[in-house]
């Protein structure tokens, strides 16, 4: 894998001033720059944040004791001096520098077409009940937001709504106890399923090629890398098993011109440009997603992490401010989340399910909607108040 140059990330962060420094997050393997880190603290009772730039560039121009820097792909980092590169370890493996060949071999789609005939009765077609633990943290220039989320999900099959959950705790952390419960992200890493949006399209619309380097104890196991044929903005990598003709882990990564074009309504975009000025200028996502099989033969996702990243206007903005955090990379939201789901034989005779519904980004909403809203974010919930020396 390619290795950046250190003199020239060093390089860019050479201006520095009594009143703010300019520091470069950067990946500790390959030193190259990571972009839309969340680097924060609070002092004297006051929250303050930075966030990376595509340069993995941030300006820190407040104060600090310890400074967190964090990141869903790579290990959180505590610093109580700042160094004009701060390193993070990885918790993945990327996929910038992989490049996925013209050529494609017949079999690829051939074994991909299988697991979209399979994946209904391997993926959907049991109800379940499982434990899980829901993590999400929101991170702007102003204010930090955490939520955990722990206890039961129900998922049933050919159901539009087919998600529910019991929760049996909730703690928010902030800098205040005004904040809600925010299942926002759980429900687009759950209904926003790589393998439940497969298909033909997709595999018609992207390019693959096998990783000769992937290892795996089961010898039936293959990774493949992919890449939009139309868009240079969405890439990734499967996991696929040949034998069976299923996907047991899968990462995509899309940015502004996919999300879009998959995630949101052009009309509905149109209208509220027309309306309120609002646009989105960027719009970068990240997923990844790990199955675990059943000893009857079902899978399901038992590991799942998501990172979605927004610049978004609108007429009332003031462009000295939008100025300031395009340089700063400060006032967007920068949001991350896990779930962990796992089997279990506790399911009490009396539940009280609360429905998740489909996830969304943009939409119009119904009087009945907007009242299900309302309750997902009423869920019972501690908070911590964020404090200097928590390091979450």
């Not at 309504?265 to 609002?278: K, Q, T, V």
Request: proline share 3%.
């Amino acid at each position: 894998m390619k290795k950046w140059p250190i003199l020239l990330i060093t390089a860019l962060t050479a201006l520095t001033t009594n009143a703010q420094h300019r520091v470069v997050v950067a990946d500790k393997d390959t030193h190259a720059p990571i972009a839309q880190a969340s680097i924060y603290t609070k002092e004297n009772g006051k929250f303050y944040s930075a966030i990376s730039n595509d340069m993995g560039e941030a300006v820190i121009n407040f104060e600090f004791k310890r400074l967190t820097f964090s990141h869903l792909n790579y290990e959180r980092k505590v610093a109580t001096n700042l160094s004009d590169t701060i390193f993070l370890t990885p918790r993945y493996r990327e996929t910038a520098e992989v490049i996925v060949l013209n050529i494609e071999p017949k079999w690829i789609r051939e074994k991909l077409r299988q697991v979209v005939k399979n994946k209904q009765k391997v993926y959907f077609s049991q109800s379940r009940v499982l434990s899980y633990d829901y993590q999400t943290q929101s991170i702007d220039r102003h204010s930090y937001y955490s939520y955990q989320s722990k206890g039961l999900m129900q998922m049933k099959s050919l159901e539009h709504n087919r998600y529910s959950l019991s929760q049996t705790e909730g703690h928010i952390t902030s800098a205040d106890s005004t904040q809600l419960t925010d299942v926002a992200n759980l429900r687009r890493m759950l209904y926003e399923d790589f393998v439940d949006e497969l298909d033909g399209g997709f595999i018609n619309s992207h390019r693959f090629s096998e990783n000769g380097e992937f290892k795996s104890d089961n010898k039936n196991e293959l990774e493949l890398v992919f890449r939009s044929k139309k868009h240079n903005d969405d890439r990734g990598r499967i996991v696929i098993d040949t034998a069976r003709c299923v996907i047991s882990s899968a990462y995509r990564i899309t940015g502004t011109e996919t999300n879009k074009r998959e995630r949101i309504s052009p009309l509905l975009l149109s209208m509220a440009r027309a309306i309120s000025g609002y646009r989105i200028d960027k719009w970068n996502r990240t997923y990844h997603v790990s199955y675990t099989a059943l000893s009857d033969g079902t899978m399901y996702p038992s590991e799942v992490s998501y990172k979605c990243y927004m610049e978004i206007y609108d007429k009332g903005d003031d462009p000295d401010e939008k100025n300031y955090d395009q340089q700063s990379g400060g006032g967007f939201p920068n949001m991350e989340a896990t779930l962990h789901l796992s089997t279990t034989s506790s399911q009490p005779d009396s539940i009280a399910w609360v429905t998740l519904p489909g996830s969304w980004y943009l939409r119009l909403s119904s009087d009945k909607e907007r009242q299900q809203e309302i309750m997902l974010s009423h869920l019972p919930a501690i908070f911590d108040i964020f404090k200097e020396d928590n390091e979450n």
